[in-house]
Structures are given as C-alpha cells and as structure tokens.
C-alpha cells in the first residue's frame, strides 16, 4: 500500500483541467464542433457568428465548473472523512451555496432568454441555451423569503448529516455492544444464522429513526416545505419531482398508484405463500424475512463471490459489453470504515463535455461503496453496487454535450434517467449466465448450476417484495411533506414510517424507512421514485435487448447502443423519451410485471439454457489479455492510494494489487 495524499492530486489534476477548458477571448466568429452522430437530425446551423452568445456560453461553462469542482472536493472530502483541514460541513455548505447562487442568478436567466432570441431554433447554441434556460429555472427562487428558508435548509441539513456521520451503530450481541454500520447491520439480518443476533441488529438500524428525528429532521422537512410553498409549489416533493422529471407530484402518483395496485395482489400472496412455507407468521418478522428468503442461499454462494476480486470482474463484464469511459479518471473508495457516508454514490467534480474548439473533456468520478469483505455476502453484495455505481460513471463519462451542465447529476437531470443504466447493469449480477462466467471462486471454480437453481426457487416467487420496499420509500416521503407542519413531530414522523411499511410492504421493513440516507440529503429526498421509474424502464430495456439480440451477458452491442441512446443526450432530453426511443415503446411496467408473474419452473428452464451456454463457451474460450475501459482508475481508502493503474502499467495489475491489499488486510478474519 501507498500512502498518497488523494485529495492534491485531484484538486491540482481537476483545477489544470479546468484553467485549461476555458480561456477568455473576443472574436466574431466561433465554430462549435460537436458529435456527428448526436447532431445529424439537426440543420446544418451548427456554427456561431454571435459573438455575445459564444462569450456567454463560455463563461458559463467555465465558471459553472470552477463552482462545481470546489462544491464536489467538499462533498467527497466530508463524506469520505478525509483528513485534510480544509474539509469541513461549514465549507461544503459554503461551496454549495456559491454553486447554487450561480445557478439561481436571475439575471443569467433573463441573458439565455434574451439571447435565444438572436439564434437559429435549430442551432446547437439554442440547444445549449435551452438548456440553461430549464438549469437556471430550477435553480431560481424569485421569492426572498424562499432564499432565506433554502439557506436555512441547507444549515440544517449540514449539521444534522455531520451529526449523523458520527453517530455510533451497533448492536448488543450476547451481552456485548459491537460497533457496526448501518450496511454492516443490514448484512447481518440478513445472513446471520442465529435470530437474536438479527433482531439485535434490526433494533440497531431502528436507532438511527431515533437519532434523525432527535437532531434536526423534523425541522428541516418544516423548512423545506416553507421553501417549497413560497415558490408555489404543492409542497417539497413537488418541487423536487417537477425539477427533476418535468412532471409534478400528483403525475408521478398517477404512474406509482397504478404500479402499486397492479403488484399489491402479487405481494399478498407472496406473504402468504412465504409465511406458509417458513413456519408460520414469525417468518415476516423483519429481522426473519430477507434471511429466510435468501440467507442460507447468500451463505453457499458466498465462495463464489471473493470481494477482492471484484473489481476485476466489473472490467472484464463492462469490456465485453464495449463499455468505455472516454479517457475519464476514476476514485474508487470500495471499503467500509467509520466516520464514512453509509450510502454508496457516484459524482462527478469533472463533467464530461465538449469544448467550444471540438476537443474531449474527459470525466473525473468519485465512487463509493461499503463493503466489509469478512462478512458473509459482502462480494455480492459489493460487486452488484460496483456494477451499479460504475453504470453511473460510464453514464457520465459518454456525455457529448457542448456544456458541463448537461452532464450534472442535479436537476434538470431525471432521477429516473441517472438510475435507469446503473440499475441495468447491476441487474446482470444475478443472470445465471452472467454467473455462469464470473461467479468464480478463488480456486477458479464457476458456481454450480444447482446452486444457481437454489437462488431462483428462494427469491423469484417474493421478486415483489423488493419491488413494494422500493415503492415505500416514495409513498413515505410523500406523506412526510403532505403532513400539516403543526402535526410534525419525532413521533408523528416515526408513526407515519410504520404505517407506510405496514400499508405498502404488508410488515415492517428489514430495512427501516427513517434509516435510508435518501432522505437526509437535499440532492437524495424525494428521490426514490427515481429508482422505481428506473426499474420499469430497466425491465423493458431488457426485454428490448433479448428481442433484437437474444441474449445480455457479454453483448457488445450494449455498450454502444447505450451510448447513442441513453448516455450521449444528457439531460437534453427527457427520461420518457429515451426510452422510448431506444426500446420503441412507451414506458410501462407490463415487462416487470410480466416477469413477477413467471413462474419458478419457466424461469428455471429459461436459465438454464443460458447457464449451459455460457459454460460452454468459457471452456473454448480463455483469455488473460488486459482490460481496457479508456480509464484511469485509482482504488483508494479515504486518504490512502491502494491501487493505480497509471502506477501498475495496467487495469489486471492494478486488480491484483488490490486483490492482495484485501487478502492481506483482512486474512484474520477470513
């Protein structure tokens, strides 16, 4: 291991590309050179005579970086728990509210109207202003009283999550308190063998409701909602789903409502079927539930999944699939550790654009998980979340936009739309082909068959129960911001979280509303939707895929159709119609549904089949030639460099450097 100050290198690496993406001139002509492919549907006026228009755009540009950048290393530097003095939840208020001031100047705003005026409707720099336009509309508060509350918001939030950080989690365990995670927790009800140990660990995550509605919460959802019925919306999840979609609250219901009742039979069975199976009743316990369902399965399938290896499985899944990043530079901070942000993300202090003279702007990507490798699960569990958050940087890294406000996560930026590949990807994990070539124990044995079959026949008849858990959280929040602010208390919002939970999933929850990080956070609350919309477009771009090509794992017609399609616009065009342009239908959750309702036995004889194939095709073909994914990637711990494939010469030597990091540190506990 090398010890590197992480966060030098990336403020000097970041701010050298920044200086260098923008130098100020006067000139009366500047050619904008984009992607062929993104504009070809557009007229031939891609090229600027105005001279205003292209030393706005620019300006933007650059100072929307320089801003963003400042914000970013904050962010990672307080969520990552870094040791440098000049991270801190003052300066990370600080840096985003000088980003968001940027974005909400009116007079900005009134300069894009103006100077959309003076180009062509079909030009490239109307594209860009347009963009802008929806930018700094979502940004923008024409009332001084909803300034105020923002900022006031913003304060509090900053406290309550610094507070949170440092929350101590655990469980009493034969008498003992064991310090843990909330993901070290959550790992724990679900595959620990002994019920006491669970149910310890359940009443553990049910402490952070407690600590949240104690410190804060209830005063911040007060706030927001002030804030968002002084700009005139409904209340704060209205104004955050109509920023974010394009579409208010009351649509989103709409399309959550019909899902909702669609798959409320469904699940009413499936607690039946489940409890009859399981012993009665006490099997829907929460602490029960995702251990009976799975954990014995998550045990066996264990040896198959060696965390320490992967890293270099996503590279050899996204390498086959013709997954590139565009010459992007990545961090991967993959370890669980305290003081560390409970909730695996993906940002980006350097989005990827093109520059005004044609040339690439690559990515930088922050990307974490919480794994603890000596915990049974841990290597599923990572490398599915690996899959997911590297979904989401090769998301961002592929956007060929003329501006780096087309490639932020933030609104106008769908929730759905920045979901929906991540979750694709990470759906791959638990295709038996997919399994069949990389659930590979550390001997190099592939995971058997049968033990394949013993996963499906656990958790293909209760698929819904994870589909109600994620529909929860949405219909939670929904009622957290419709409560009168005079019935808001710890109490009342505990009590609405067990109703909800009670109301939607049939039980309690394995997994506590009050203790998703999704609602803490003002870019993550009223979120959750995002995955549930995600998750239908992720069933029919599957479908989509098994109809033209008739197969998913190594095919490497996706990385390239998912480049045209999904990742090139960004947020220049809406979640619904990206996918309706790449599968050719309307969004629907008809292709979830139908999948819910397939039964065990064809879902058996379908995996087979490519379970079989995918065996055979490993056996003719070996190969340990290098990955590459266009990338620099870093593998860090907080502070420290574990691996860099700049140092190491190449991606697998870089994955085994790694490797033996992990084995090292953790051979004790093994």
Request: glycine content about 6%; overall charge negative; proline content about 4%.
């Amino acid at each position: 291991m090398r010890i590197a100050a992480a966060k030098i290198f990336l403020s000097q690496a970041l701010l050298t590309s920044t200086v260098s993406a923008f130098t100020p001139s006067s000139f009366t002509a500047r050619h904008r050179l984009f992607s062929a492919a993104l504009f070809a549907s557009k007229s031939n006026a891609i090229m600027s005579s105005n001279t205003d228009v292209a030393n706005f755009i620019d300006s933007t540009n650059a100072n929307y970086e320089r801003l963003h950048l400042a914000f970013e290393l904050q962010f990672w530097g307080t969520k990552m728990a870094l040791s440098g003095p000049e991270y801190s939840t003052e300066e990370l208020t600080r840096t985003k509210g000088e980003m968001e001031a940027f974005l909400a100047d009116e007079s900005k705003l009134a300069k894009t109207r103006d100077l959309l005026k003076s180009v062509p409707e079909d030009s490239a720099d109307a594209t860009t202003l347009k963009m802008l336009e929806k930018t700094f509309g979502c940004y923008i508060m024409e009332s001084e009283e909803a300034q105020a509350l923002r900022a006031e918001a913003t304060k509090i939030e900053g406290q309550l999550e610094g507070a949170r950080n440092v929350l101590s989690l655990g469980a009493t365990i034969n008498g003992q308190f064991e310090e843990m995670s909330s993901v070290g927790l959550r790992n724990k009800v679900r595959v620990d063998p002994d019920e006491n140990v669970r149910k310890a660990c359940y009443e553990g995550l049910s402490q952070i409701g407690d600590f949240v509605t104690e410190n804060g919460f209830v005063e911040l959802v007060k706030v927001r909602n002030r804030m968002a019925k002084a700009l005139g919306y409904l209340d704060f999840y209205d104004y955050k789903v109509t920023g974010a979609e394009g579409f208010g609250k009351i649509a989103l219901f709409e399309i959550l409502d019909s899902l909702e009742a669609g798959t409320r039979p469904i699940m009413e069975a499936a607690r039946k079927r489940f409890a009859e199976e399981n012993g009665g009743d006490s099997a829907l316990e929460p602490w029960n539930q995702s251990f009976l369902m799975a954990g014995d399965v998550t045990r066996k399938m264990d040896p198959y999944f060696p965390f320490e290896k992967s890293v270099e499985q996503w590279g050899r899944s996204f390498s086959a699939m013709n997954i590139s990043y565009r010459g992007a530079t990545m961090d991967l901070d993959l370890l669980d550790r305290k003081g560390k942000y409970s909730n695996g993300f993906c940002h980006w202090p350097q989005p990827a654009w093109v520059k005004p003279d044609g040339s690439w702007q690559p990515s930088t990507t922050h990307f974490t998980s919480l794994a603890d490798p000596s915990a049974v699960g841990s290597g599923y569990t990572g490398l599915t979340t690996l899959m997911h958050e590297a979904g989401h940087a090769a998301h961002f890294a592929n956007i060929a936009m003329p501006s780096p406000l087309f490639a932020q996560e933030r609104s106008p930026t769908s929730v759905a739309y920045a979901e929906n590949q991540s979750m694709f990807l990470d759906s791959l994990v638990g295709d038996a082909d997919w399994m069949a070539k990389y659930a590979i124990s550390r001997d190099g044995d592939a995971i058997p068959w049968d033990l394949v079959a013993d996963k499906i026949k656990a958790t293909h008849p209760y698929e819904v129960f994870a589909l109600r858990g994620m529909i929860a959280v949405p219909y939670f929040e929904k009622g957290l911001y419709e409560m009168a602010e005079e019935d808001l208390t710890a109490e009342s919002i505990k009590a609405l979280a067990v109703k909800v939970e009670n109301d939607i999933q049939g039980g309690l929850s394995a997994r506590p509303l009050l203790s998703v990080p999704h609602i803490l956070s003002d870019e993550a609350s009223c979120y959750y939707h995002g995955y549930v919309l995600a998750d239908m477009s992720v069933h029919q771009t599957r479908e989509f895929f098994m109809k033209r090509d008739g197969y998913l794992t190594d095919n490497p017609q996706i990385g390239p159709t998912l480049t045209k399609s999904y990742w090139q616009p960004g947020n220049s065009e809406q979640f619904l119609s990206l996918v309706e342009n790449l599968t050719g239908n309307p969004l629907t959750g008809d292709a979830w549904v139908n999948m819910l309702k397939q039964s065990v036995e064809d879902v058996l004889k379908e995996e087979k089949v490519k379970y079989d194939s995918k065996r055979a095709e490993c056996a003719d073909n070996s190969s340990d030639e290098d990955i590459d994914l266009d990338m620099r990637i870093r593998i860090v711990d907080g502070d420290d460099v574990l691996a860099d494939t700049a140092e190491e010469g190449s991606f697998l030597k870089a994955c085994k450097v790694f490797e033996g990091y992990v084995q090292n540190r953790y051979a004790k506990k093994d």
